[in-house]
């Protein structure tokens, strides 16, 4: 009996050690998974003082923007967008290994009035935001507007980017694409003509929004497929994000690679090769137009031959035809001592050849009768 008794309180010593070491456990996941925090050293500063923002339960490693942002309130969200905000004063900050951060952000007036928050959100990879209320001294204080009705709309589903690039996106037309998502409303009223604000990024660039308005109604527990153009300026390329916000609140994010537009850079590399030729083509024809004729060109050439060039080149002829022995042979240089009139070959000067018979200088052997 005494071993089962000490068998029996070991076993209860070691539950009472193991029971609270696994609540332990279970409960550092649970804050570990928490949604973003963020907390200000102060709730109410001046224009040109600080603040000391610290946010816990972010994705390590990740890029933030911290902004103080106007008309706005935890529950609704930055209403406007960041165009409510103080964006030449924002900072940024980078969370640790634990997802925590801690920055000084200086005071200053948004573009809207208060009520004011301190807005933290992500700058890339999957979105995530966080407020916290915030007073910034001597600025103007106004009732935010007015929420529409009771109806909420929902993303349903993942969002898609409809539509592809043609020939002449290839040369540097504004790339364009169709936002398709669909949506459901989860309130108690109907939605008519819902307005969304689309939002364009590039890299850590914030967002440029446009507001786009779809024609039609969603009643309570109904879904809709909504249809929204997106273009990019011309000659975009490159890593871009949209982002789909309704009623101040981030609904979705897509992104969207944007390939380089290579027909202009092979329109530029011909430019360069086609223009220098076609200045050197007609230099060279200016100055072949310009330059002196000579008269003694070769034929052939593209300048014609005048007829008195072409008289003084044509061969002579002599009334006398020439054997080809005659041609062939050179001729025999006069002797400075014989003229052509005393060329004893002449007729002049006599024959070279004997004498006839009957000639009347003819001597016969027989004598004089």
Not at 210 to 219: K, L, N, T, V, Y
Request: proline fraction near 9%.
């Amino acid at each position: 009996m005494s071993g089962k008794m000490r068998t029996a309180a070991l076993g209860a010593v070691l539950a009472l050690v193991l029971v609270p070491l696994a609540g332990a456990v279970s409960v550092f996941p649970a804050s570990a998974a928490g949604k973003p925090s963020v907390t200000l050293s102060k709730s109410e500063a001046g224009a040109g003082g600080s603040v000391t923002v610290t946010g816990s339960g972010w994705r390590p490693g990740v890029l933030l923007m911290v902004l103080i942002c106007g008309q706005s309130v935890p529950s609704r969200g930055v209403i406007g967008g960041t165009n409510s905000c103080a964006n030449a004063d924002g900072r940024a900050v980078t969370t640790d290994a634990k997802g925590g951060f801690s920055k000084n952000l200086p005071v200053a007036e948004p573009p809207e009035p208060c009520p004011c928050v301190v807005h933290v959100a992500t700058v890339t990879g999957e979105k995530a935001e966080a407020d916290a209320i915030f007073m910034v001294a001597g600025h103007s204080v106004e009732p935010l507007p007015k929420e529409e009705g009771g109806g909420r709309l929902s993303v349903l589903t993942d969002t898609r980017l409809d539509g592809s690039s043609g020939l002449l996106t290839w040369f540097g037309s504004p790339p364009s694409r169709t936002l398709v998502f669909t949506v459901g409303n989860v309130g108690t009223a109907p939605v008519k003509n819902p307005v969304f604000q689309v939002g364009t990024s590039h890299g850590v660039f914030a967002p440029q929004w446009d507001e786009q308005q779809w024609r039609g109604s969603i009643a309570p527990g109904r879904k809709a497929q909504i249809e929204l153009p997106v273009e990019l300026s011309a000659g975009a390329h490159g890593d871009y994000a949209i982002s789909l916000k309704y009623g101040g609140k981030m609904l979705a994010e897509q992104p969207w690679g944007v390939g380089r537009p290579w027909g202009v850079t092979v329109f530029w590399i011909l430019l360069c090769v086609v223009v220098p030729a076609a200045v050197f083509r007609v230099g060279m024809a200016v100055v072949d137009r310009v330059r002196p004729r000579r008269s003694t060109g070769r034929a052939g050439r593209h300048r014609g031959l005048r007829l008195t060039e072409l008289t003084l080149r044509m061969p002579r002829t002599s009334p006398t035809q020439q054997t080809p022995a005659d041609a062939s042979a050179s001729p025999v240089p006069a002797l400075p001592w014989f003229t052509p009139d005393n060329d004893p070959g002449t007729a002049a000067n006599g024959q070279l050849s004997a004498p006839h018979e009957n000639g009347p200088t003819t001597q016969t052997r027989k004598g004089h009768t």
